[in-house]
């Protein structure tokens, strides 16, 4: 069984940095690329951002570019999202997300929650 | 960046209808382009990838279409369980951009 659990979530100071984590287990993590999406309170999804396999690949949404840095441990199966610089506007639920071989995002995490709040 | 244009933003229908969702792509896309479902306190679950084929596991009564840059979600005699709040998303160039999500309601 799939399964993508996200851990490293809460409360953090604005500008302040914090660094989530998605353990990887039920398939060959290093046979897919890995992405992350995050939801605003009651607002839509929103692309973060992918990695390749060896991450030698890796996209962001532009706006985040500077904040965020996408990472992963193969030998951990774990995927992570380093982020900086954080305001109130990053207050939002973090999924990470495996990459289908075809279009599409075919297995999420249950999400951990991110509020940035003094 | 492709922007991606869901429409209706919400829709109430009944069990014996056809529910119809689209998503118009800023440009063509390829049928790179999945659709998901989102219960409320859930992750978004996959039903569609390349614009008309069924994820593993999902009920037949789904279905995705193309016509142009359009893309469709059908949904056929919803079940009450079909409830949620629907997503279309390009993964053709990125950044991959999401549709701004269908509140349906099944009454």
């Known amino acids: 069984e799939v399964k993508l659990v996200e851990s490293g979530g809460g409360l953090v100071q604005p500008g302040r940095s914090l660094k989530l984590s998605c353990a990887a287990s039920?398939?060959?993590?290093?046979?897919?690329?890995m992405g992350w999406v995050r939801q605003a309170p009651g607002k839509g999804l929103e692309w973060i951002g992918e990695?390749?396999?060896?991450?030698?690949?890796?996209n962001y949404t532009p706006s985040l570019k500077d904040k965020f840095t996408i990472s992963r441990d193969n030998a951990q199966n774990t995927l992570y999202l380093q982020m900086s610089k954080l305001g109130s506007e990053d207050t939002a639920i973090y999924y990470c997300?495996?990459?289908?071989?075809?279009?599409?995002?075919?297995?999420w995490g249950q999400g951990v929650m991110v509020t940035v709040s003094s | 960046d492709i922007q991606m244009t869901q429409s209706p933003a919400s829709l109430s229908a009944s069990l014996e209808e056809i529910v119809t969702i689209t998503c118009k792509a800023s440009?063509?896309?390829?049928?790179?382009l999945s659709w998901y479902q989102q219960k409320p306190g859930k992750s978004p679950q996959l039903l569609i990838y390349?614009?008309?084929s069924l994820a593993d596991g999902v009920p037949s009564r789904f279905s995705g279409s193309r016509s142009g840059t359009q893309y469709s979600l059908k949904i056929s005699r919803p079940q009450v369980d079909d409830s949620g709040i629907y997503y279309c998303?390009?993964?053709?160039?990125?950044?991959?951009?999401f549709g701004a999500g269908t509140k349906l309601e099944l009454k």
């Open positions: 997300a495996r990459v289908g071989y075809y279009s599409g995002l075919d297995y």
């Open positions: 440009q063509g896309i390829d049928d790179y």
């Open positions: 390349d614009a008309t």
């Open positions: 998303l390009q993964s053709y160039s990125t950044p991959y951009t």
């Open positions: 990695i390749n396999q060896d991450s030698s690949t890796i």
């Open positions: 039920g398939f060959s993590f290093n046979d897919y690329w």
